[in-house]
């Protein structure tokens, strides 16, 4: 989500006053960006493996690969110059820029997290305090196995035995895993509520154990600010057969920093279309997209381009790529089969891209409405994340393009810049 909402809705305003104003000119040329079209553009994948030409008019040509066609998925090695790559992560760092900024695994729909620290302790009132859920093999006993296959059931953490140990140590404990086991009359002295809340606490500040850990930065696209970015975007317009105002009207560019562990377990990038009572955030007033739970993030594509190389890990992992689809149990499965974390289940995702500087992919996270040609339903087979990194560090950009459901297809985009638009336009037709 963006940032500096204000100013985002100050330009917009101001650049649709611009483009009236043009307009009435006599400018007849120029284009209603909100024009009927007969519905979303979408590449022909044709089959796994399949190669075809792109031709921009910069003079350049690029190969585009068909990787996977549930989800669609395509892969267009040197898309980007490696001047062009530089470039992107030098915006990002500038401070000018806004400079990077923790990254949050968030949406329109995502509830605000208000967990807050209490320092109860005693016996938990959940699971964590029931020996039962511990004890699976009903031997009496708490081993480690089953202290770590608790905990990932209740938290989805992946914890090692040195995990188990430092948790023990810091809320006092380490004289019950003296012998390795617990036994019940042990567990009924325990501070299992403190186990729980050690438990939250790691999920939220360990970067091993949080859902998302990076940094990342917004960079506008204008060509009166930086003409090699625009260049880059009109580059996805010839690409994905868009009009120019879906493309346009995408968010911000994101350029992304992942140190070592840093990874993005698996997610969707677009949220649920099942509720059309919540708009899209691209389509209402800038102010009332911030606030969570009043709308929802309406990705119809993904283009992902790898600014560097990473000397180990960093994939892009599809974990149901090509199928069987599976259940949120399913996927979750244990510690040793958990194809969620893409910290610990990376090699288990049924499609894995590994980064190279300057390759792009573009996915679909929705498929087309075939009634009216415009947005469908989100693809379940998009779900994917960023394995860990483990050597060196890993920087990526992406240009999320937003599009409408058929129902509202003549509502513009608040991310759309008016006057970038009217330039644009008229560029291409002189």
Known sequence: MRSNVSEWKFT??????????????????????????????????????????????????????????????????????????????????????????????????????????????????????????????????????????????????????????????????????????ISFEEFETMNTAGIEEECEIMYRTDPRFQQ????????????WIDPLVHNIRERLVKLSGLPREIIYGGEMLQVVNYQPFGHYHAHMDSESHANRSIPCCHQIDAEISTTVGKCKLCRYITFLMYLNDVEEGGETAFPVAGGPLMTESELRGNDTTDKYNLSEG??????????????????????????????????????????DVKKGEKWISNMWIPAPYGFKKNTPSIYLNWKDFYLAEKQTKQ
Not at 124 to 132: A, T
Not at 160 to 168: A, G, N, S, Y
Not at 213 to 222: G, I
């Open 12 to 181: 917009y305003h101001t650049n649709k006053q611009d483009y009236i104003e043009e307009v009435s000119k006599g400018k007849s040329w120029l284009l209603n960006p909100y024009r009927d079209y007969e519905g979303l553009a979408r590449i022909d994948g044709v089959e796994i493996g399949y190669e075809q030409k792109c031709d921009f008019d910069d003079g350049r040509s690029v190969d585009v690969i068909t990787r996977s066609m549930k989800p669609l998925l395509l892969e267009i090695p040197n898309f980007l110059s490696h001047e062009e790559c530089d470039h992107m992560i030098k915006r990002a760092q500038d401070p000018k820029e806004g400079g990077m900024f923790n990254s949050l695994a968030k949406g329109g729909l995502t509830p605000i997290d208000n967990f807050k620290k209490s320092g109860k302790k005693g016996k938990s009132e959940s699971l964590f305090g029931n020996f039962i859920a511990y004890d699976s093999d009903d031997d009496g006993f708490i081993n480690m196995k089953e202290i770590i296959t608790l905990i990932h059931w209740r938290k989805s953490l992946i914890y090692k035995e040195q995990d188990i140990h430092d948790m023990f140590k810091r809320l006092n404990m380490t004289d019950v895993l003296e012998d390795g086991v």
């Open 212 to 223: 998302r850990n990076s940094k990342q930065a917004w960079l506008f696209m204008e060509k």
């Open 346 to 387: 990376c090699k288990r995702a049924n499609l894995l891209l590994k980064p190279k500087k300057g390759m792009a992919v573009l996915w679909y996270n929705h498929l087309v409405n075939e009634t009216d040609g415009w947005m469908g339903k989100t693809d379940p087979y998009s779900l994917h994340g960023g394995c």
